[in-house]
């Protein structure tokens, strides 16, 4: 079983940015494609950006590629997403999703969840 908590969301200005930070417990995290997901009110879950277990692949969201960057730390059992450049289309709940079986874009391959972190982009 793996345990997952997220921080680093908040309230930023449009063109600023967030590092969120997903930690996880479980010594079988460094095996695990990792992801993050986010939710917008009324609206489904969606793929944001995911990372192999190795750090060595990773894959984007085509509305955050070149202003997002995710990263692992193994040793530290934790995910981080860099956000730049943050847009209001960017508010949403934010997941870190892990141990995906199968496709990294589909929140249903995903085994584990953490509780998810507010981020708000104002205008």
């Known amino acids: 079983q793996v345990h997952l908590v997220e921080s680093g969301g908040g309230l930023v200005q449009a063109g600023g940015s967030l590092r969120l930070s997903c930690l996880a417990s479980g010594r079988t995290f460094s095996t695990y494609t990792m992801g993050w997901f986010r939710q917008a009110p009324g609206q489904e879950r969606e793929f944001v950006a995911a990372i192999a277990w190795s750090g060595g692949n990773t894959y984007y969201a085509d509305s955050v590629k070149g202003r997002f960057t995710i990263s692992r730390d193994n040793a530290k059992t934790t995910m981080h997403l860099q956000m730049n450049s943050l847009k209001p289309e960017d508010t949403a709940v934010y997941y870190c999703?892990?141990?995906?079986?199968?496709?990294?874009?589909?929140?249903?391959?995903?085994?584990?969840w953490g509780q998810g972190t507010q981020v708000t982009v104002s205008s």
């Open positions: 999703a892990g141990d995906s079986r199968g496709s990294v874009f589909y929140a249903g391959n995903y085994n584990y």
